[in-house]
Nanobody
Framework: QVQLVESGGGLVQAGASLRLSCVAS????????MSWYRQPPGKSREWVAT???????TTLGSVRTRFVISRDTAENTVYLQMNSLKPDDTAVYYC?????????WGQGTQVIVSS
């Protein structure tokens, strides 16, 4: 069982930056991939970005110029750097680990972007 704990959300103004963190209870190198998802108010959860256990990132096209996923294997942590935030980025952001087809979710961290 992989436990994931997100942090770093908050209330910011449009144009600001935030860095979300997701700490895993075990080595992220042993986890097939780590992803960020988000769920805006009243909407379905959507995929944002993934980083593989070899460090290969992929990012949703609509945020690719503003969001960067990265990792620190020594800290078992995956990050989501979010720049130039927009009100449409308001959502609960979730971390998900995929370990050989078993999926684990964190509790989420709220991001609110005011205009």
């Amino acid at each position: 069982q992989v436990q994931l704990v997100e942090s770093g959300g908050g209330l910011v103004q449009a144009g600001a930056s935030l860095r979300l963190s997701c700490v895993a209870s075990e080595s992220i190198s042993s986890i097939t991939s780590m992803s960020w998802y988000r769920q805006p108010p009243g909407k379905s959860r959507e995929w944002v970005a993934t980083i593989s256990n070899t460090g290969q990132p992929t990012t949703l096209g609509s945020v690719r110029t503003r969001f960067v996923i990265s990792r620190d294997t020594a800290e078992n942590t995956v990050y989501l750097q979010m720049n130039s935030l927009k009100p449409d980025d308001t959502a609960v952001y979730y971390c998900r680990g995929n370990k050989y087809g078993d999926y684990y979710w964190g509790q989420g961290t709220q991001v609110i972007v005011s205009s």
